[in-house]
């Protein structure tokens, strides 16, 4: 009997520990960064974090759907919109913490550095068969910058059929990195995290709206830890890692 009340009593513990994990719904191109983080918040004695890495989209998608999260972190402002319109976040939580580069990579061994204008050569720079990696202009946030910058460069009528939407940037930077795709358009923080690709070039900033991660706590995860953890991550110590990982610091 004793041993079998020990055993329900370090099930329960079990139980609570993990009941009191934090839950991250993150950006894919946030995966390094946050993963440094994650220790130092532990440090402070926070709770353990659990991370869901994907594409905003993926993301917001699966919350809507009762997917248990207490924060989410978008790469880019519309998807944070509809998860506030479904009425998925905390109100007065949200903040845009961080911004990011777009640039064009190529694999390393074969980089061919271009500037990127209404005068590139896109058949060029592909070749007769090569197709451009990048998220789904449709719903993954890098595709969609991707697509407003070449449409505004004045390039996507031939970019269009060469597009190579995939689910997210990481798998987007996979398909260079494998010589699937002779070109990606990705974040600059993930070209930097991946040595088997190099920027051949780096997006005008007028070119597109500007890149923001906007930070918020969800409605169905709301408690003081998770707020906790917001606080920290627009903190200092956080701040020192986005910015090493090359994230840009937005202002309050």
């Known amino acids: 009997m004793r041993r079998l009340l020990l055993t329900l009593a370090l099930v329960l513990s079990v139980s609570t520990a993990r009941a009191a994990d934090l839950v991250v ?61 479904h009425k998925l976040l905390a109100p007065g939580t949200r903040r845009n913490l961080l911004g990011n580069t777009m640039v064009l990579v190529m694999p390393k061994d074969s980089v061919k550095p271009v500037t990127i204008s209404p005068t590139l050569d896109l058949a060029a720079l592909l070749g007769p068969d090569g197709r451009i990696a990048t998220g789904d202009p449709a719903s993954v946030p890098v595709g969609i910058y991707a697509k407003q910058a070449l449409t505004k460069l004045g390039l996507w009528n031939k970019a269009q059929s060469r597009i190579a939407g995939a689910e997210s940037v990481r798998a987007a930077l996979l398909l260079v990195e494998k010589h699937e795709a002779p070109a990606g358009i990705v974040y600059a923080t993930d070209a930097a ?47 020192a890692v986005f910015a090493k990982r090359g994230f840009k610091l937005l202002a309050p």
């Open 193 to 239: 995290v991946d040595p088997g690709v190099a920027v051949a070039g780096i997006f005008p900033a007028d070119s597109h709206p500007p890149i923001v991660y906007p930070f918020a706590v969800t409605g169905a995860g709301d408690t003081p830890e998770a707020r906790k953890l917001l606080d920290f991550l627009a903190g200092p110590e956080a701040s």
């Open 25 to 85: 719904f993150a950006a894919a191109s946030l995966t390094d960064a946050l993963k440094d983080i994650a220790p130092l918040w532990e440090k402070t004695g926070g709770s353990p974090l659990k991370f869901s890495f994907a594409a905003s989209s993926t993301l917001a998608r699966q919350m809507e759907q009762g997917a248990p999260a207490n924060l989410f972190i978008s790469a880019d402002l519309q998807w944070m919109d509809w998860a506030d319109q």
